[in-house]
């Protein structure tokens, strides 16, 4: 279910980054729980192709909404460098303006100046936006690199996310083999302004989803002028995240990653670290074959 409220901005402004494009930096020192961001979706789907059409239908609405549609082209993509994104300007603070959630701009003629941009922000055919088409057409596929790139992925049942992430990628790839169903569903959402946030091992805020509605808070003390960073897989460490590509999918490199101790272990502890991975799966194996047994103590025995 959605919920209708405001944006609540907190401490924090938008920059240029070197080597990441563009970012969020603390204004002022922030303390452990300060809010920094509560902001409602522009839109969510199944899917990102679901959610690019439903990206395309809010921008395309009443006429068209030059400024979300300028906006949203502004935003990187999937398996694109993200420091190819256009900087922000030196005017004085406007920018950071720029992308929040604003009342529509219906104007006509704004809106087809604003679609003269999907041709310049597009890179070659395979990438969406200089493909063959109708513009509708043409931005939707635009909009779903855009969705791969900055959408948060979250599971409609919260407690199945909880066990399933319990399981070793190993074992996931198992059971969805075995049946497919047992993946929790999930909905994908786009937010402007938590667009912005980059990725980090070593997260200094944390997120979460409730409904349409992204709430980002700080997990620790963070300066005045340091870049706030979250995880965008944090049900996962970064050995799982590099095996299954996501790390390249967002155009990061090793010295944009950020630090994380599990890639410097040795082959040996990486083994022992996959094991330990595995024993909520073995625990609960051993739980479902001990149901009815007198001693259910006793099948961890062995």
């Not at 997120?207 to 620790?220: D, H, K, Q, Y």
């Not at 996962?236 to 790390?247: M, R």
Request: glycine residues 10%; contains cysteine; charged residues 25%.
């Amino acid at each position: 279910e959605a919920f209708q409220l405001e944006a609540i901005y907190g401490p924090c402004k938008a920059a240029n980054v070197p080597g990441k494009g563009r970012g969020l930096l603390a204004v002022g020192d922030i303390a452990p729980g300060t809010l920094l961001l509560m902001e409602p979706a522009i839109a969510s789907g199944a899917s990102y192709p679901e959610l690019a059409s439903a990206l395309r239908a809010v921008v395309e609405a009443d006429g068209g909404d030059s400024l979300l549609l300028r906006q949203l082209l502004s935003l990187s993509r999937w398996g694109r460098d993200p420091s190819s994104v256009e900087p922000l300007p030196d005017d004085g603070g406007q920018s950071d303006e720029f992308m929040r959630r604003r009342p529509a701009a219906r104007d006509a003629t704004e809106f087809e100046a604003a679609k003269q941009l999907l041709d310049e922000v597009g890179g070659p055919a395979d990438d969406g936006a200089s493909g063959a088409g109708s513009f509708s057409e043409r931005l939707e596929r635009h909009l779903q690199l855009v969705a791969q790139g900055n959408g948060f992925r979250s599971a409609v049942d919260p407690f199945s996310a909880i066990a399933w992430h319990a399981l070793a990628p190993k074992e996931q790839r198992l059971l969805l083999e075995a049946d497919p169903s047992k993946q929790p569903a999930t909905r994908i959402w786009l937010f402007l302004r938590a667009s912005l946030l980059n990725h980090s091992e070593c997260a200094n805020a944390s997120w979460f989803l409730a409904g349409s509605v992204i709430c980002v808070r700080a997990s620790r003390h963070i300066s005045d002028g340091e870049e706030l960073f979250l995880s965008y897989w944090p049900d996962i460490d970064a050995l799982d995240a590099l095996a299954l590509g996501l790390p390249e999918g967002y155009g990061m490199r090793g010295d944009t990653l950020g630090e994380a101790p599990e890639l410097s272990l040795s082959e040996e502890q990486k083994k022992r670290l996959e094991t330990l991975k595995q024993a909520p799966l073995a625990v609960a194996s051993a739980l479902g074959a001990a149901a009815g047994a007198s001693n259910i103590a006793g099948a961890f025995d062995s």
